[in-house]
């Protein structure tokens, strides 16, 4: 059996803790896009881990983990992951890493601040625009180009004479050294040489495998749908396909046979960075659901925005997505509200619309319109069981269900993997 973790907001939605509860049965677990910009939070016996590089799958010894061709990956902080997240199993991470995998290199995130992405889009930082963007222009560094010294240098030599001529007056690029930048790919790349490899083939293998054996094989998606490179809130967005559209692509697999695709959503909505967001609150609600949600960025630290829960942005993930059912995170932090309220459509230049517009300055000038549902006042932080949880979340609950043409699988009510209700 084949699942995937799709976000089906901007990112932050819970998938981290998701795949963590799910990988204890998976023989695989693929990371297939994005790079350190996502940060996944874990629970693992007891101890708080934020996984940007290795799967959040990686914390049973006997799983697989891949970082599949979709991905860009920063070395230095893949070997910091790599060894905490070993130490603290007391066993190696069995870490395949895909040859086609793009490598961001340290002229990535100055590119990122000499060009101004950072600030005028909010992005984390991590030269995940730059680094796809040279895959792109086809100067990129791959993974496999570690295990050629003398083809990685001869390719760096070219990328730092290209940046040099870009940027004449940049002291960063004038100090830039094929050299010195080979050096350090190679030695943070050390203990990853023997597992650069074909990823596709191996990832073909273990699903043909478990549709006939009953193994699991997870794939962890990373942000959420709506920062989609192509039919997210645009230009406001990452630079990878985040949706189960892009899933294929990303692992070099056509069609690939995913029978569970769980669409991982907040009970309420956030984003972090600019961008439009026509549900926010500021203020009042919008910081009491911050507080109590803890929502500050795992990768940046940076508060997230926050506010209702919105159905034209989920439909339009869930269009992108496919998912057969639901994971409700987060359901506890509305607690104690009187009323919920539920964007159902916009209000755009006078009309009420019910799609979701592409452009992000479309969406800059939608006006939300809610329904009010009554809430729930008291804590079901202890609540197990779905019977259990108060008649007003069974009913906004399955108001999110409904609209979305999917069951709920999981509801999460706090962050450990026992805080969790499975549903069926
Ligand atoms: P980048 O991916 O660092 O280029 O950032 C582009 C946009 O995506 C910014 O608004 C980021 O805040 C947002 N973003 C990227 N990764 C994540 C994530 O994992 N969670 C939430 N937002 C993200």
Redesign the pocket.
Known sequence: MATAILGMQ???EGKGKITHLLARKASVVVRYS?GP???HTVIDRGVKFGTHQVPAGAFYPGTRCVLASGMVIDLAVLREEYETISAHLDNEIDLVISENAHLILPYHRTL?ELEG?GAA??????G??PAYRDKAARIGIRAGDLLNPTRLREKLAYRVTLLQRLWPASEETAALSAAGLADGLLDAGRPFLSSIGDTAGMIRDALSSASTTGEEVLFEG???AL?DIDFGTYP?????ATTFAGLGQAIGIPNPCVERRIGVVKAYTT?????SFPTEITGGIGARLQEKGGEF????G?S?RCGWLDLVALKHAARLNGPTDLAITKLDVLSGLPEIEICVAYRLRGERIVHFPLADEDLALCQPIYETLVGWEEGIEGVRKYSDLPQEAHKYLERIAAELGAPIGLVSIGPAPEETIAIG
Request: net charge positive; hydrophobic share 25%; charged share 20%.
């Open positions: 901007w990112g932050d994005g910009n996502a940060g990122e992405s889009i909010g992005t984390t930082r991590r995940i625009g990373a942000q959420g920062l406001c967005v990452t630079s990878s984003r972090v960075g600019r961008g960025g795992v990768t940046t940076r997230r």
